[in-house]
């Protein structure tokens, strides 16, 4: 018998920050090892795929939770918090897949916005977004920590070195 029994609830809530931990895990490994380029293009494919997919989704879901379960109970600084970091990985995912857009419609220009700065910038939002997320309660809390670090997954899988 565990000291600390996990309930089904629990633990299902485990499965979408698991699921996004490998994700990050495996574009950062195949970002800093040698692996055959057909696996490194298919991690990178799956993680873009995932933050496309899988971001707006999970903060979609997060937020209906918060709406319908939490918002009432919690204190306003906390939902100013919660809040906070669903629209910030919001915003992050808008300005991401908009630069992606920008420069596929213009490959090649002077104002490209994938520069370096860019690409901090969102990273370190998408770290607020995570940080801010603790906030929240309920399903709504693992949901939104997913989605941020599939958005990192995503942000660094478009990095190469």
């Known amino acids: ?12 809530n485990l499965v979408w920050p698991l699921a996004s931990c490998a994700v990050l ?11 055959p380029g057909k696996i490194e293009v298919t ?6 795929a995932l933050g496309l997919a899988g971001v707006p989704a999970l903060l979609v879901l997060a937020s209906q939770d918060w709406f319908t379960k939490h918002r009432a109970q919690l204190r306003s600084w906390r939902n100013g918090l919660g809040l906070s970091s669903i629209v910030v990985l919001f915003a992050v995912w808008l300005l991401y897949w908009g630069m992606w857009l920008v420069s596929w419609i213009r490959p090649i220009s002077e104002q ?9 910038l969102l990273l370190d939002s998408t770290l607020i977004g995570f940080v801010l997320a603790f906030a929240l309660r309920g399903t709504a809390r693992p949901q939104v920590i997913s989605a ?11 990095i190469y070195f």
């Open 1 to 12: 018998m565990s000291a600390f029994p996990m309930s089904a609830a629990r633990l299902r």
């Open 25 to 35: 895990a495996a574009v950062t490994t195949v970002q800093h090892s040698l692996v």
């Open 43 to 48: 991690v990178r494919l799956c993680a873009d």
């Open 112 to 120: 490209y916005p994938g520069t370096l700065e860019w690409i901090a």
């Open 148 to 158: 941020a670090l599939l958005m990192w997954a995503c942000v660094q899988a478009g």
